[in-house]
């Protein structure tokens, strides 16, 4: 029988989490309650009653300090009590650790010991049984992954206590293998297989998966085998996995006629990705020729660049979107720890430097009834940084950089970026870092997590639109701690040489990793009754295709597995040995002695026809022009309001969440200035503590834009990430980008009547991609798509608006030249650099007042790349203190954000600022976004070389820092506004002060 330890907070121990809870109900739910308090909870069993006083004496699972534990109810003093817990399958990191804590600390401990964690909530309120219910329902727990039991007063006085839960899965080893009939099947009764297996599949895919099971051949071989002439499931879900959008980019590598019917051109391009990204990066680098410092792009998990003669430097980009939506904080949290294992799984292994991460929500203050499984903004928000940061913070990797955008529409969907930077030593015993290829008679090897239910169906998940009946199993909770642990080990393993390459078991679980390596050789052979497994009960087509985290694949040679075996049982990493990869021919899939499937490996890899799709471009009949009457007396509260917005104020409740200064790399944080709570523009790491030499690490994004033109959206999230990274030191002669495209549906059908206009949004942005990045000679070395951002329920559909991350990283020779945003002194001349035209398009200030229209923002790519290198240089020669760019809120947020941040005033006169037509009003030169544009502080003595380096660009003297503590805006004579910085700063800061 199961045993229940309770661990209530001692008297003087204040419950911070408790406090949380109740402040959260009041706030989010509206739901008056005067206290929570919480109570931990341990099922534990495989001990015995007579060890509960040793776990009590030794405090195995409570802190003396500030705990009572005991073996009995210990709530008390509530109205009503809410015990929440994970349902059985679902991965309960804390249970684990505390069943090894106890296997390690008991006397006696017994041979297989599991612990369940629970919570229970305490709650002082005058409430009914639907209010708690929803307190439940709505923020304690996820009714997805979560159980929830509750009790009011009475009844807890008639029957104290909940009874113990294990929540464990019962069920019995499983080789049962089903063949899926395909023949004689109407179409419509194709997609409704496909539907009902979860394959995203089209029409034309299952014909294809048909005739190949019709060939003679193939037919032949599977008599031979023992197989049925029809696919088994194994098959049939490998192939859907394979052939994901998620996994295969079937959008972007279709064949698209494209017309647009501004200009009236047609043309048929072939595919996206090829034309744009993959042309744009070719064409740079063959420009660069012995200065390329590109080293492996597009091929493997992570782009890789050359960093010195002895270290490469990697970077990956991932989202995880839709299982984000589903669970926040578990679709996070294995965001995070899955993108961290795309470069650990890199060339021969990366060491990991750091995590970026980049949100987009609705708005958390979201009032309206929430559409069926939906989950209310402000607990996605929570729950997805808290995932980020228990996957970071865990494993011991600083985050440094990132962003949040909030926009109405991804209520549907939210966006979760997480992205990862690792090094690799240029050479490792004796070959280049980046290079790695499997060898037949190489052995299977998984090393880390054992494999469960969870993150079944992810890829093909992903590849769909979410609604009300998406599959839980697509939901995983990573674990940070294992993960660590098998990555300590993987780079032991990679310098003595142990294995010949590596993968990250991610989308589609071994059905991926073990398929992408087996190209190297040709073949392999899969026993999956070897895999270890968390339960039994699982299917062999669940075994290879489940996504369950912290896994690993390898080919180790057969003469190295004694001594990998043997590392990986001293470092305490679990490793299996699943079969071995040979030239073959074939993806050979056996269970024990029996083969379960059996596909030819040319056909799993490119039997996939190409889409042919139709994109038609008209574009949007909207205002171009925007006016207004705005009075110069209320010039001061409207800025004090823009710095306010939720899409411009402080992220410094989300980035305190963060360790970014573990490792001891970072140099430019998250937060700067002399308080650290000023914006940064980026991220500046050393990955050598020894040298002086850096990587700088930004990103743009700007979907504001999209629905006005998705050219300069691209065009636009382009610059901002080039721009603020030479804003801090970068330097544009050693930077590469990762491009992160979410869209909506953009394939015509019934459900996407619009899929034409979608699907020339993202030509256009696929154009302006490859436009700016060969004229900033900024090449992409990885990327990722995600094309089924929508939400669909009944007659409701919401679709995000088309999303581009793009993140540059950069090398800087010295960081002691590394720039930051905030003003450095008094009496420093300040200069705007760059030209602020009449763009308010899509603008921060149009939507404060609630503006329709206006000109988006255009990139001058010439005129910005000249100013790029100047500034660089000027940067170089220390003349400047302080740089930031101009983004959302234009000069007026900039200006604030620069002052909050040195905790000293200035004095401008923006009509000296550079601006077409010159009659701007005073409104429009402070909140334009032109793009391109920088402040930049310099001390005076510096001020005639400055003025001539930028000789012939745009660049004006519009005031200096003052030794006051008030901002001053001028236009010509007249004061605008004068605003002291520490009320500005509350203003900033105020709107997520949670």
Partial sequence: MALKLELDLLEHV???????????????????????????????SGVQKSQKQEILDRHILSDPVLHKPAFNPLAADFD?????????????????????????????????????????YLINARLDREQATRIARDLLANEL????????????????????????????????????????LSDEDLMQLSREMVLALSLEEMHTIRDYYRGEQVRTIRQDLGLPLDPTD?????????????????????????????????????????????????DIRRQKKDQDFCRSVFKDNAGVIAFDQDLDVCIKVETHNSPSALDPYGGALTGIVGVNRDPMGTGMGADLLCNTDVFCFASPFYDQPLPPRLLHPRRVMEGVREGVEHGGNKSGIPTVNGAVVFEPRYLGKPL??????????????HKPGY????????????????????????????????????????????????????????????????????????????SSSVGEMAEDTGGCDLDLSLAPLKYDGLRPWEILLSEAQERMTLAVPPDRLQEFMDLAREMDVEATVLGSFNDQ?????????????????????????????????????????????????????????????????????????YDHEVQGGSVIKPLVGVNRDGPGDAAVIRPVLSSEKGLVISNGICPKYSDLDTYWMMANAIDEAVRNNVATGGDMRHMAGVDNFCWCDPVQSPKTPDGHYKLAQLVRANQALAHFCRGYGVPCISGKDSMKNDYMDQDLKISIPPTVLFSVISVIQDINLCLSSDFKSPDQDIYVLGLTRDELGGSELSYQLDMQGGQVPQVDMLSSRLRYHTFHQAASKRLVSACHDLSDGGLGVAL???????????????????????????????????????????????????????KGQFLARIGCTTGGSELEINMQDRTLCRLDVSRMARAWQKTLDW
Avoid at 416 to 429: E, K, L, M, Q, Y
Avoid at 587 to 610: A, I, K, T
């Fill in 416 to 429: 979760v970026f997480c992205g990862t930077v690792g090094s690799i030593p240029a050479r490792i015993n």
């Fill in 585 to 657: 021919g074939s993806f050979m899939v056996r269970y024990e002695d029996r083969v379960v499937g059996c596909l030819d490996m040319h056909f799993l890899h490119h039997g996939l026809s190409r889409m042919h799709l139709k994109a038609v471009w008209n574009r949007p009949d909207l205002p171009c022009h925007i006016s207004a009457d705005l009075d110069e007396s209320r010039a001061g509260d409207l800025l004090l309001d823009m710095l306010s917005r939720l899409n411009i104020c402080s992220r410094e409740y989300i980035i305190r969440q």
């Fill in 145 to 184: 992954i979560h159980r929830y039991e509750i009790k009011d007063h009475q009844e807890w006085s008639s029957r104290p206590g909940f009874t113990p839960v294990e929540a464990k899965v019962t069920g019995i080893p499983s080789d049962e293998v089903s063949a899926v009939t395909l023949e004689n």
């Fill in 896 to 950: 604030a954000e620069m002052a909050i941040g040195g905790r000293i005033g200035a004095s401008v006169d923006i009509s000296l600022v550079p601006a077409r037509p010159r009659d701007l009003p005073w409104w429009k030169i402070l909140y334009s976004e032109s793009a391109g544009r920088f402040i930049v502080t310099a001390p005076i003595q510096n001020r005639q070389e400055l003025q001539d380096m930028f």
């Fill in 14 to 44: 204040r419950d911070v989490q408790g406090e949380g809870i109740a402040r959260r109900i009041n706030q989010h739910l509206g739901i008056s309650v005067d206290s929570v308090r919480m109570i931990t909870c341990y099922t534990i």
């Fill in 435 to 510: 290079e790695k290829k499997a060898m037949p008679s190489d052995l299977i090897v998984m090393t880390g997590g054992r494999i469960g239910k969870d993150g079944i169906h992810g890829a093909t998940f992903s590849s769909e639109e979410l609604h009300s009946g998406s599959p839980a199993t697509a939901v995983q909770i990573g674990d940070p701690i294992t993960q660590r642990k098998m990555y300590d080990f993987i780079i032991r393993a990679r310098d003595l040489g142990l294995y010949n390459a590596i993968t990250d078991n991610g989308a589609g679980g071994l």
């Fill in 234 to 282: 194994v098959e049939l879900e490998c192939l859907a996995q394979t052939w994901s959008e998620h996994c295969k980019h079937k959008i972007f590598n279709a064949r698209i006629d494209y017309h647009n019917a501004e200009t009236g051109s047609r043309s048929t391009i072939n595919s996206l990705f090829d034309t744009y990204i993959a042309s744009s990066t070719r």
């Fill in 80 to 120: 009503w009590i809410i015990e929440v817990g994970f349902k059985p399958g679902v991965t309960d990191n804390e249970g684990r650790t505390a069943a090894r804590a106890l296997e390690q600390a008991l006397t006696e401990p017994g041979p297989d010991i599991r612990v369940y964690t629970s919570r229970q």
